[in-house]
Structure formats: structure tokens, C-alpha cells
């Protein structure tokens, strides 16, 4: 979750994180077991909580979260909730990695360039794997994009020109969520012809009951699975967020 969306109040986690984290999983399984993953970095981590779900997949690997946004407090708090994974407020330069995480980070930079090569550049290292994901489709750019400060939307061909241009090499990549485009392209259409400025609400202010997040957790979940499925065979159908897993070359 970002930090912007938090709130005090929240009791069930909305269902697009709770699949997200399931698809960020199914992704991460994209990477060759004999890669040894000895560091992970998720950059951007927000409140952890995908990090926290990612973390047993690898118990034997030294951890990292960071956020700019995140008080002292929030990162004390953090690492007493998931530890062991190490919290940090201030990414220093020494941090390496072999598996980065960026998930929703790219479309908060005003230079997605620049700042992609610099990670990646600094942080990762040779022969690391690095998962993106960002939200997708330019018409669909919103009132909630400029609440959440996003720059741009992208669609996959524009992520994978950037990634391709930062020097990495692409593995894999392709689109989620296909089934909340009709909601997000009416809430698009509203404000259009209402010109609405409404407050805008994150996801932290969901309110539904368990039965109810698990069904439709289940729902965007078993979509995501066949769509990661038929981006293995080049069929790409659009979606809210487009994901590509990478790899670092070692010049």
C-alpha cells in the first residue's frame, strides 16, 4: 500500500493488494531456481506488506525495504512487525542487490529514464533480476493518478523502451487486471463530462467484509494467473497494470 493511502481504520486489505501480492509471487517464480538470490530490495516498499508476503519465499536472504516517505516511527514500527526484513528511510549507496523490486514506483518519477538507469546502476547487481509494475493505459489517466502524484500511465511497449534503454534486458513482461478496466474508463468518462474533483480514496479505505474481499481476491487472482499464462505465449490483452521481469547484463 502507499503510504498516501493508508489509514488508521482499515481492517481487511482491498482486494486488488491482496492479488497483487499473489501475482507478484507467480512472477517472481519466472526466475530460474538456479539463480541464488543471497539480497532483495523492494524500493518504494510503502507499509510492507507485499514485501512481508514476498519474504518467505526467500528465508535465507538478507532483505530490504525503502521508502522516502516512511517517518522513523513507521520504520521502527515496520521492523518490529516483519522482522528480520531491515526498513530504511535513506537507501544508502553500499546497498547491493540481487532481486529489486520496483511495484508502482516508475510512474512517480518525473525522469523514469534517469532514475531506472541510476537504480539499477547503483543497486543491482550484475546478472540481477529486477520485477516492475506500473499502471497502465495512457486514456485511462485520472483524478486518482494525480492523488497518487503519478507523472504518466504506460502501456506495455512504452515500459519495455524505457527498460530497454536503461540497458536492461527484458524476460518477460505483459498485463494484469484486465476486468477493472470498464470500472477505472467510466470513473474516467465521469470526470470528463462532470468535471468532477471529488476526494479521492486509496485503497486503505476499504470497508467490505472478509467474504466479500475473498471473493473478489479470488476473481482478479485467477484472471491474473491466465493472463500471465498467455503472455508466456505473446498474447498480451490489455490490463490496469503492465509488469515486466528483467534481468541486469554483467557489463
Known sequence: MDLIERTHTFRERHPWEQSKQFLIRSLLKKIPSSFQVRTLLDFGCGDGYILSQIHPLYPNTTVHGYD?????DQRYQLEACHAP???????????????????????????????LAQLTRHHLNPHGWILITVPALPMLFSNHDLFLKHHRRYTRKSLLEVVSRSGLEVKASGYAFTSLI??????????RFTHATQA??????????????????????????????????????????AWTLCQKPSW
Open 68 to 72: 522516502c516517505n516512511l517517518t522513523e
Open 85 to 115: 526484513i531491515r526498513f530504511h528511510t535513506i537507501l544508502e549507496r553500499d546497498v547491493q542487490t540481487d532481486l529489486l523490486l520496483l511495484l508502482d514506483v516508475m510512474e512517480h518519477q518525473e525522469n523514469d529514464l534517469d532514475f
Open 182 to 191: 470498464v470500472p477505472r474508463f467510466l470513473q474516467r468518462t465521469l470526470e
Open 200 to 241: 479521492q480514496h486509496g485503497v486503505g479505505h476499504w470497508s467490505h467484509g472478509h467474504l466479500v474481499t475473498r471473493l473478489i481476491t479470488n476473481l482478479l487472482s485467477a484472471e491474473n494467473a491466465l493472463l500471465v499464462g498467455l503472455s508466456a505465449h505473446s498474447i498480451h490483452l490489455p490490463g490496469l497494470t
